[in-house]
């Protein structure tokens, strides 16, 4: 057996591995099991923690086109996604659980050939537009950052990568940090530090 320890800010959780390094038990889930031999999970025994969380859980429902892409999901939140003529995202409208995605309070518009993002919230009625500098939101290793609202703010950001792509870190044009960010063992996004304090992810989604 094989323990392993993941820690954030916030909690500490615990996997457990077999000889053929599948996990056995994770302290937040439960224990997991398999069919034969194989690394197919058959079924997991769920610690009290988590039974709660899914059963108080809305279930996810997921709508999707013609083209296998999906249209609209529904859970705590419900996000709807708009389509341009190749398929390549247009739009998407989340914030609220309205059927009008008209009337949640963000929406963010796409460039068809990914160099460019503007989102819009309708609560502080401020506009963001996100220019890619040098490629798309996965392999740009810059952002033009404006912000428009009561007043304009705007400046160049740089994007730091791991070998996947996924965005580590970013700072500004004097190198100062504005944002890091964590990824645990599966890709998930973790914590987010901005200016020493845990937060969304502030400057780009990807």
């Given at each position: 057996?094989?323990?392993?320890?993941?820690?954030?800010?916030?909690?500490?959780?615990s996997h457990t591995y077999d000889?053929?390094?599948?996990?056995?038990?994770?302290?937040?889930?439960?224990?997991?099991?398999?069919?034969?031999?194989?690394?197919?999970?058959?079924?997991?025994?769920?610690?009290?923690?988590?039974?709660?969380?899914?059963?108080?859980?809305?279930?996810?429902?997921?709508?999707?086109?013609?083209?296998?892409?999906?249209?609209?999901?529904?859970?705590?939140?419900?996000?709807?996604?708009?389509?341009?003529?190749?398929?390549?995202?247009?739009?998407?409208?989340?914030?609220?659980?309205?059927?009008?995605?008209?009337?949640?309070?963000?929406?963010?518009?796409?460039?068809?050939?990914?160099?460019?993002?503007?989102?819009?919230?309708?609560?502080?009625?401020?506009?963001?537009?996100?220019?890619?500098?040098?490629?798309?939101?996965?392999?740009?290793?810059?952002?033009?950052?404006?912000?428009?609202?009561?007043?304009?703010?705007?400046?160049?950001?740089?994007?730091?990568?791991?070998?996947?792509?996924?965005?580590?870190?970013?700072?500004?044009?004097?190198?100062?940090?504005?944002?890091?960010?964590?990824?645990?063992?599966?890709?998930?996004?973790?914590?987010?530090?901005?200016?020493?304090?845990?937060?969304?992810?502030?400057?780009?989604?990807?």
């Open positions: 057996m094989l323990e392993a320890n993941c820690r954030n800010n916030t909690d500490s959780r000889a053929a390094g599948r996990i056995t038990n994770n302290s937040s889930m439960g224990d997991y099991a398999y069919i034969g031999s194989g690394y197919q999970l058959a079924n997991i025994a769920l610690t009290g923690t988590a039974d709660a969380l899914y059963k108080n859980k809305p279930p996810q429902t997921i709508t999707y086109n013609a083209f296998k892409s999906p249209v609209e999901i529904v859970d705590e939140d419900r996000i709807s996604f708009l389509y341009n003529a190749s398929q390549g995202r247009a739009a998407m409208f989340w914030g609220g659980t309205q059927a009008d995605k008209l009337q949640r309070r963000y929406r963010r518009f796409y460039a068809a050939d990914g160099s460019m993002e503007i989102s819009f919230d309708a609560l502080s009625n401020t506009t963001t537009f996100v220019t890619y500098m040098g490629g798309d939101a996965y392999g740009a290793p810059a952002i033009w950052h404006s912000e428009q609202g009561s007043a304009t703010t705007e400046q160049y950001f740089y994007l730091f990568r791991d070998y996947l792509g996924s965005i580590l870190a970013i700072t500004d044009s004097a190198g100062a940090i504005k944002e890091k960010r964590i990824f645990d063992a599966w890709g998930r996004g973790g914590k987010t530090h901005r200016c020493h304090r845990q937060r969304s992810f502030k400057f780009c989604d990807s």
